[in-house]
């Protein structure tokens, strides 16, 4: 799978990209917002993991941005910022899975499968849906 990473703590990046290099993924490390944005352009990843909270762009809007440009992509959110209102937001602008700071690196592929699995069951019912109003 194609993996960016955006994350304003250059050491977390690093962890994160490490855990998920080792699953033979290819991963994009980015922790300058300029650069989060046009490595999601041109990378085109399957899967977005990106904080809130990042440097020189807003994160709300850069999750909203990604699932605008990139519908089918994966959106994993992690933050320190941790509140119901918060995490009602993330999801509402496209996240498909929240993951609060501090966490296990090495947790993470757990956290990409289990959001895997609920998009792939989101799928089936929205299609099991339409061919019962068929």
């Avoid at 650069?35 to 020189?56: H, W, Y």
């Avoid at 009602?88 to 996240?95: D, K, S, T, V």
Wanted: charged share 20%; aromatic share 6%; with cysteine.
């Amino acid at each position: 799978m194609k993996i960016l990473i955006c994350e304003s703590n250059p050491l977390l990046v690093q962890l994160m990209g490490k855990e998920l290099m080792s699953e033979q993924n290819e991963v994009h490390l980015a922790w300058v917002g300029e650069e989060m944005a046009s490595q999601l352009t041109s990378f085109a990843p399957d899967i977005l993991i990106t904080e809130v909270l990042l440097p020189q762009i807003n994160g709300f809007e850069f999750i909203h941005n990604a699932r605008l440009q990139f519908p089918n992509m994966m959106i994993i959110v992690i933050s320190s910022l941790i509140s119901n209102r918060l995490t009602e937001l993330i999801f509402r602008l496209g996240a498909d899975e929240y993951i609060s700071k501090p966490f296990d690196p090495t947790q993470l592929n757990n956290h990409i499968q289990r959001a895997i699995l609920r998009k792939k069951n989101s799928l089936i019912s929205n299609a099991i849906d339409y061919v019962t109003k068929i």
